[in-house]
């Protein structure tokens, strides 16, 4: 089985910035693709980065339009570990951040897509 746990969530102003981080446990993922999901109040859980192997030695690096320029994901195998870089944070990224995967190749967008989720952690942006 894989577990996901999110950390470096917290409060930050406008203008700042934080790294989440994904630490993954149990069974090995190295195909997987890992991603970030975030959710508002009220609002539907949206996509936000995806990092994706394709196969081969082809990779992916995903963003949603919003978060395009500002945040940027990564991924340490030897740690398994996911990242999520965010900079230039605005109110409307406040949100519960999730980190996501599957075993699966290809490129993923959607919730139904993930088989595995962490637990979630809050992102909270000050004006």
């Known amino acids: 089985q894989v577990q996901l746990v999110e950390s470096g969530g917290g409060l930050v102003q406008a203008g700042g910035s934080l790294r989440l981080s994904c630490a993954a446990s149990?069974?090995?993922?190295?195909?997987?693709?890992m991603a970030w999901f975030r959710q508002a109040p009220g609002k539907e859980r949206e996509f936000v980065a995806a990092h994706s192997w394709g196969g081969g030695i082809v990779y992916y690096a995903d963003y949603a339009d919003s978060v395009k320029g500002r945040f940027t994901i990564s991924r340490d195998n030897s740690k398994n570990t996911v990242y999520l870089q965010m900079k230039s944070l605005k109110p409307e990224d406040t949100a519960v951040y999730y980190c996501a995967a599957h075993g699966r190749l290809g490129r993923g967008f959607t919730t139904t897509e993930y088989d595995y989720w962490g637990q979630g952690t809050q992102v909270t942006v000050s004006s």
């Open positions: 149990g069974r090995t993922f190295s195909m997987y693709a």
